[in-house]
């Protein structure tokens, strides 16, 4: 079970607005940057936000990044069918033995 | 471009001992950190270890801690991760990732190279 906390599934259908959370404590993204990642079946993933709420070269503006006290948000505004995929969401901690963490991932489905 | 080759993955029993390796072109592999991160078959993504830059310092995750050894080799561009005492836990497809400015987070992958622990 990660530290960092997914909800498992989103959905939603193409042109809606979508919100996968991510939920940790005060030795994470309470105190660290929150990044982002998409992930397409058998493929690596790809950063889509760093810092918190930056984008990075290439990832449509649709997609956007949000963190408050301990927990972090990534919104997609504008859902498309290639926004089908796994979402990570990732944390430095200052307290445990596994600095880098990552939440469970969040199944976006295209319905 | 950035590119991240990884290599030496392949079946092992368990307890065995297995080097994988990760090429990297197109970037001063010498001025950025270095993680592995790996993903077991279905499951979500697991940070392994990071090294920094100029080797300096290394981190491990908890379930590896003690097993595995990550080195680079800054005149080959080339990252590595020595994993001994295998365990059929540690099966998953492992990437090499570039740290982005702030050296602490991933930034470009690799595409993965797979880890079969099996008797």
């Known amino acids: 079970q990660s530290i960092l906390t997914q909800s498992p599934s989103a959905s939603g259908t193409p042109g809606q607005r979508v919100t996968i959370s991510c939920s940790g404590s005060?030795?994470?993204?309470?105190?660290?940057?929150v990044y982002w990642y998409h992930q397409l079946p058998g493929t690596a993933p790809k950063l889509l936000i760093y810092k918190n709420n930056q984008r990075p070269s290439g990832v449509p503006d649709r997609f956007s990044g949000s963190k408050s006290g301990t927990s972090a948000s990534l919104v997609i505004s504008g859902l498309r069918s290639e926004d089908e995929g796994d979402y990570f969401c990732?944390?430095?901690?200052?307290?445990?033995?596994?600095?880098?963490?990552f939440g469970g991932g969040t199944k976006v489905t295209v319905l | 471009q950035v590119q991240l080759v990884e290599s030496g993955g392949g079946v092992v029993q368990p307890g065995r001992s297995l080097r994988l390796s990760c090429e990297a072109s197109?970037?001063?592999?010498?001025?950025?950190?270095m993680h592995w991160v790996r993903q077991a078959p279905g499951k979500g993504l697991e940070w392994v270890a990071v090294i920094w830059y100029d080797g300096s310092n290394k981190y491990y995750g908890e379930s590896v801690k003690g097993r595995f050894t990550i080195s680079r080799d800054n005149s080959m561009n080339t990252l590595y991760l020595q994993m001994k005492s295998l365990k059929t836990d540690d099966t998953a497809v492992y990437y090499c990732?570039?740290?982005?400015?702030?050296?602490?987070?991933?930034?470009?992958w690799g595409q993965g190279t797979l880890v079969t622990v099996s008797s």
């Open positions: 990732a944390a430095w901690d200052d307290s445990l033995n596994s600095p880098l963490l």
């Open positions: 005060s030795s994470n993204i309470g105190t660290n940057y």
């Open positions: 990732a570039m740290s982005d400015s702030s050296g602490f987070y991933p930034e470009t």
């Open positions: 197109g970037v001063t592999f010498s001025n950025y950190g």
